[in-house]
């Protein structure tokens, strides 16, 4: 099922003059997202992959590290005025006992402190990451390195007719694109990737690259931590904290990825020439 695009009558301005045509926009819709029927989250997301964007929530959380213990994905209660089945509600069946998902620290620390540090963030996600990535062997020669964003921008379809979208890829130590996902969130674009690589048993990603369509924040650096992604590279700049979590964990963080120039903000031992 998909409904990744809605079309909607514009009224286009062209200097003087001003007509009428259909446009095609991003879609986007509520997806809740339940663990063993209790309510997690709720995020915004483009309807498609749901089940690869929850599996790969649930990673980035703390609460999944292997497909052995995702037991189900099924769509449930969610109905609109007539009745159908709005597929926007989605809940997880874990096997085995489950952790506080980090965003739980997070709003604990928020609201039982008074204020929340960048030192307390960092180790929480620290204590969750359960493969060193400082340990990743990978080197990544400039060449791929500079490759990376015309290969994800190729794949980016729904980009194309839409130009509202946000887009992640998983990349071989080669350059060869594994997978990419779309959507109106840049997180979950990640969890779409990261989930789809849950579910084709490729957890850890061990020697593998991400790159993302925006800016690099503490989150994705989070998330790919989780994921045992030893490089995340972004078009865009990255965050303070999203350094300074790379540089605890000994991941490769790339910024400004544009053409054949990029900033590393930690390990750049691994780039080559």
């Keep these: ?13 062209r200097g003087a003059e001003r007509g009428t045509r259909p446009d095609a926009l991003a879609a986007e819709e509520p997806l809740e997202i339940r663990v063993g029927g209790e309510a997690l989250t709720v995020t915004m997301r483009t309807p498609g992959q749901d089940f690869d964007l929850v599996a790969g929530f649930l990673v980035g959380e703390g609460l999944l590290h292997g497909g052995e213990q995702l037991a189900a994905l099924r769509y449930c209660a969610g109905t609109d005025a007539e009745g159908a089945n709005t597929y926007n509600v989605v809940d997880a069946t874990l096997r085995g006992a489950t952790a506080l998902p980090l965003s739980a620290h997070r709003n604990l620390l928020t609201t039982s402190a008074c204020g929340l540090c960048g030192r307390d963030t960092v180790d929480a996600v620290r204590t969750h ?28 379809r729904t980009f194309d007719s839409t130009g509202g979208l946000h887009a992640a890829g998983l990349f071989a130590p080669d350059g060869e694109l594994l997978c990419a996902r779309e959507d109106v969130g840049r997180h979950n674009a990640v969890d779409k990737v990261i989930g789809w690589a849950l579910r084709e048993g490729r957890l850890p990603l061990t020697g593998h690259l991400l790159l993302v369509s925006g800016r690099a924040s503490f989150e994705l650096t989070q998330k790919a931590a989780l994921a045992g992604l030893p490089l995340l590279a972004a078009v865009s700049a990255p ?22 120039s990029a900033n590393v903000y930690s390990r750049a031992d691994r780039i080559g020439v």
């Design 129 to 156: 990451v359960r493969w060193p990535v400082g340990a990743d062997p990978l080197t990544v020669p400039t060449a791929v390195l500079y490759g990376l964003p015309d290969a994800l921008r190729a794949a980016q």
């Design 239 to 260: 965050s303070s904290l999203a350094v300074e979590l790379a540089e605890e964990l000994g991941l490769t963080l790339v910024g400004f990825l544009r053409g054949e």
């Design 1 to 13: 099922m998909t409904r990744a695009t809605a079309r909607r009558p514009v009224v286009r301005l």
